[in-house]
Structure formats: C-alpha cells, structure tokens
Nanobody, 113 residues
C-alpha cells in the first residue's frame, strides 16, 4: 500500500522560506518522476514542480526562480525548498509520483502579507 507523508509546512511571512519534505512507503521513488502539487482553497490542484528520475527539473511559471525540488533516492524522500514566498503560494502541498493516484494528506503552507 502506497503511503505518502508530507511535512514542513507552516505559517510564514511574505518573503520567508520553508522546506517541505515527502517520505514514501510502498513506492520506490527512484523509479518515478516525482512531483509537488498544491491546492489552494476553491481551486483545482496544480502541478508546481517535477524532478525526473535523472534529476532534471521543471517548474510552474509562478514558482520558477523561487522554488527548488530535490530528491534523495537512498532515503526515498523528495523535498521542495520554497524561498521568497508570496501570499498566493498559500495552499496545501502534496507530493506524488507524476501522474500517481495515491495521495497523502498534504502539508499546509500559509503565507501572510
């Protein structure tokens, strides 16, 4: 059974930073492209960042230059470093294999202005 556990969220002022982490069980991260998604209140879940099995990265335009995704295959974890946070980054953040259907509870990120 796949379990994804996101952590590291919190309340931060605009301009601040947070580092999110995702740990998985029942899934071997190294064989998947991994991704971070977010869902703001009243909005659909959106793709934020992707890291391929080879370490290549892609980002949504809204976070490019501010967020950085990384992976540690030995620990079966994926991280998202978020800098220069903006109020519009407020959302619940989830990790998953790209295209995966098993979702964790996510971690809440709230950015105050």
């Amino acid at each position: 059974q796949v379990q994804l556990v996101e952590s590291g969220g919190g309340l931060v002022q605009a301009g601040g930073s947070l580092r999110l982490s995702c740990a998985g069980s029942g899934i071997i991260f190294r064989i998947y492209d991994m991704a971070w998604y977010r869902q703001a209140p009243g909005k659909q879940r959106e793709l934020v960042a992707v890291i391929t099995t080879r370490g290549g990265t892609n980002y949504a335009d809204s976070v490019k230059g501010r967020f950085s995704i990384s992976r540690d295959n030995a620990k079966n974890t994926v991280a998202l470093q978020m800098n220069n946070l903006k109020p519009e980054d407020t959302a619940v953040y989830f990790c998953n294999a790209l295209g995966g259907s098993n979702w964790g509870r996510g971690t809440q990120v709230t950015v105050s202005s």
